[in-house]
């Protein structure tokens, strides 16, 4: 008999559909019976935790800065993937100092070619260590060997920018009585935790025929975890394609910028 029901690493999921799966874990519960399935207890922990990353969602929506933040964040993945094209066309360069110049710069990038595909704030947390690796002397000097400062100048602009929408969004739900976001997942997906764990000890001990509640409730749980785990799949997916894309057309904007003096791709 299976002991072990099926998990899924809610804290890499986006608010959204974390409110979603979650929702739907507990009208489950609800249908076949808190007190029924043993879980009474944890399961009025994590509504009342979930009640609250409701009001923080929806204060967000509501947020005129939350459209300005995605906007920002779009320029922002612009930007780095035109820096990361301008660098790579130095990489068919005749002049070998520059070459190697670009290399170099490219192993940085090439470090966080993932940054478009993070949440905000890992997104602007790796930005700034790049930003950090790049304002090393070392990197600086390679910077202005391909005269590309002026990019990178406009690069950690936008992010700043961004950073600062995002200092007034904290201001904004600053002033809403719930807590953060932040804090109001980190305690949805430990009370989500906590009554999931109750779940395998009571198959653990009792087996899954423990009650007809029981038996009926833990395939209705697994046909939605596995949903869900197909859901994160496929966006995982659709950002790894996204990279492979956005690959593909820097390699024909760098085969083009072949036959362009550097003087106009500096432009």
Known sequence: MKDKITRINTRVMRHETFAQYAARIIAAVDKHGPGSLGLEASSDELKAAFTIVLLCLDYINKS??????????????????????????YLHHTDEALREAAAQLMLILDHYWSIPSRSYDDETTAIDDMFRELDLPAQAARVALLSIAPQIANFRAANERF??????????????????MKEARAIADAKLSDMLDRLESIIVLNGIDFSEELAAFVPEYEAITKRYKHILALERGRRKAHHEDAEEEIEDETEDAEDTPVEDQQQ
């Open 163 to 180: 950073k600062s929408l995002m200092d007034e969004r904290d201001v904004e739900v600053a002033q809403c009585p719930a807590i953060s």
């Open 64 to 89: 005129g800065l939350t459209a300005k933040l995605k906007d920002q964040d779009k320029v922002r993945d612009e930007l780095i993937r035109g820096l990361t094209a301008l660098i790579k066309s």
